[in-house]
């Protein structure tokens, strides 16, 4: 076990000299906020799939009324405004 030890502390050692370790961890650092924001924009998301004039712009797109991307802006403007209010 002591071998081991001393294993993991050289190569730790070494993580630090190249700079390799504070890398490591602002990569995932910014995966851990990414992730988080990806989430917190899913669920404002969903809540603009509730509002009425939403689904109906989505229906529009299955009767092929609407183009998708147009819905996408439909949905993000949705959101950008519901945030701001």
Partial sequence: ??????????RRRELVERGELESRRERNQTGEVETLAV?????????AMADDAVRETVAAV???????????AHVVESVTRREQA
């Fill in 62 to 72: 299955t009767r092929r009324e609407v183009d998708p991307l147009s819905a996408v």
């Fill in 39 to 47: 989430a917190r924009l899913r669920e404002l998301v969903r809540r």
């Fill in 1 to 10: 076990v002591p071998e081991l030890w001393d294993a993991l502390e050289d």
